[in-house]
Structure formats: structure tokens, C-alpha cells
């Protein structure tokens, strides 16, 4: 098993860089290369989902990436303890219809000692939004990689 840096115990710079790594892993929507981050039997919640391991994620992912179209991600540090990160998160996507999504969520992440994430619980919510409301474009610039997002 190859460690993903940064490692546990999280300092708050590590924790942002670790949060900042998973958004920038997401929004390449590559199941493959997100699946990489999680250890070989990782857990998932996901809404009312169930996920084990890594293949299971891939397959997860495709599946969402392929109703999720243009799927933009930000996620946002809320907490850190140890080998555990709490972040909260938005993105947007629309459905084959063209219909515009913003979703919210939170999730509970646990890393083991090189890394990787053995454990992610998300609750997520989702809201109809029009094409204009969107604030999502895209990975996020450099500039605004320290920005907070929106409570709403």
C-alpha cells in the first residue's frame, strides 16, 4: 500500500491540503484515478448506498458521473481530529433532461496511518436550480482555493 500524503495526525494546513486533493480528484470525474485515494476495502455511505472497495467505487462513480452531467465540485474543511476529516460540500450537475441541480451534503471521512480513506459517510440534498442560479463552473481556480462556500 503506497501512501497518499499528507498522512495522519492532521494539522489544519493538512487537512485543507487533503480536502483540497479530494475536490481536485472529483472534479476530474475519474472513477478510476478517485479510487486511488481509498484503501482496497474502504466504506461508503453515500444517501442510502452502500459501498465497499474500490471496485465497487468505480463502478459507483461511472454510474453517477453518467447521470451527473457537468458535475462541478467545492468542498469546504469543517473539522479535523486525528485520522478523521469533517467537510462540508456542494456541487452542481444536470440531468439528461437539462434540468440544473445544486446538492448539498456533509461528509464524516477516517484515513489510515498512510493516507488513504478507509471510511466516508455522506448525507447529501438535493435542490432543482435553473441554469442561471449556477456558481459551479468547473474546477476551482487557484485564486479561490482558500475560499469558504455558501451556506446556500
Known sequence: MSARPPVPPFTEETARQKVQAAEDAWNTRDPERVALGYTEDSEWRNRDRFV??????????????????????????????????AVRFQYESRDADGQW????????????????????????????????????????????????????
Do not use: C, H, Q
Open 52 to 85: 465497499t472497495g474500490r471496485r465497487e467505487i468505480v463502478e459507483f462513480l461511472t454510474g453517477k458521473w453518467e447521470r451527473e452531467l457537468d458535475y462541478s465540485l467545492r468542498k469546504d474543511l469543517w473539522s479535523f481530529s486525528g485520522n478523521r476529516i
Open 101 to 152: 441541480w445544486r446538492s448539498y451534503g456533509n461528509e464524516l471521512w477516517e484515513f489510515t496511518p498512510e493516507g488513504l480513506m478507509s471510511r466516508r459517510e455522506a448525507s447529501i440534498n438535493d435542490v432543482p436550480i435553473d441554469e442561471g442560479e449556477r456558481r459551479i463552473f468547473g474546477p476551482r481556480p487557484e485564486s479561490e482555493r482558500d475560499a469558504g462556500i455558501p451556506l446556500r
